[in-house]
Antibody, heavy 122, light 110 residues
Framework: EVQLVESGGGLVQPGGSLRLSCAAS????????MSWVRQAPGKGLEWVAT????????YYVDSVKGRFTISRDNAGNSLFLQMNSLRAEDTAVYYC???????????????WGQGTLVTVSS | QSALTQPPSASGSPGQSVTISCTGT?????????VSWYQQHPGKAPKLMIY???KRPSGVPDRFSGSKSGNTASLTVSGLQAEDEADYYC??????????FGTGTRVTVL
């Protein structure tokens, strides 16, 4: 059974940092792109970042470029999101997802974790 | 990277059909056949319902169908059931390795 379990969320002050993790199981992790998507309270979904199978390509939404870094550990079946210089507008539930959110073929956006809440507030 | 435009709400009675539009530009929806649709129930993670404009993942009922014309994609839910009441989001690949979601549509089963 495919499972994605996020962790690392919490309350952080503006300007602070957090590192989110996503533990993957039930599939061959290094065969898939992986993505982070966020959802602010009461708002819609927003794509945050995507990483290729071997980590050689990484893409970000403009609003997080230079502040967030997506990475992965294929040996440990884990996905990460390092978030620096956090702002109030980064407050959201952060989901990890298998694949890209819109792409060709199966295995793209087909499994999601339950999310972890990040709150940026003083 | 502007969000794709969806109507805020749509509704229908059980057994009826509802169609949700998703309008973008030639740099996203209109330029690629990489449009997906997600269903999200309150407090739950999104679920993939359609990918590549009109393909259904295994396990998704054939009541759900997708299409695209120009810069607008559409999701149709036929034979509405109570469990179809949820928020629906389109997503698209966008030029230069970007991805974008729609603004979301709340579907109500009357």
């Amino acid at each position: 059974e495919v499972q994605l379990v996020e962790s690392g969320g919490g309350l952080v002050q503006p300007g602070g940092s957090l590192r989110l993790s996503c533990a993957a199981s039930g599939f061959t992790f290094n065969n898939y792109w992986m993505s982070w998507v966020r959802q602010a309270p009461g708002k819609g979904l927003e794509w945050v970042a995507t990483i290729k199978q071997d980590g050689s390509e990484k893409y970000y939404v403009d609003s997080v470029k230079g502040r967030f870094t997506i990475s992965r550990d294929n040996a440990g079946n884990s996905l990460f999101l390092q978030m620096n210089s956090l702002r109030a507008e980064d407050t959201a539930v952060y989901y990890c997802a298998r694949g890209r959110i819109a792409a060709a073929g199966r295995g793209e956006g087909d499994y999601w974790g339950q999310g972890t809440l990040v709150t940026v507030s003083s | 990277q502007s969000a794709l435009t969806q109507p805020p709400s749509a509704s229908g009675s059980p057994g009826q059909s509802v169609t949700i539009s998703c309008t973008g530009t030639s740099s996203d929806v209109g330029g690629y056949n990489y449009v997906s649709w997600y269903q999200q129930h309150p407090g739950k993670a999104p679920k993939l319902m359609i990918y590549e404009v009109n393909k259904r993942p295994s396990g998704v009922p054939d009541r759900f169908s997708g299409s695209k014309s120009g810069n607008t994609a559409s999701l149709t839910v036929s034979g509405l059931q109570a469990e179809d009441e949820a928020d629906y989001y389109c997503s698209s690949y966008a030029i230069s390795n970007n991805y974008v979601f729609g603004t979301g549509t709340r579907v109500t089963v009357l």
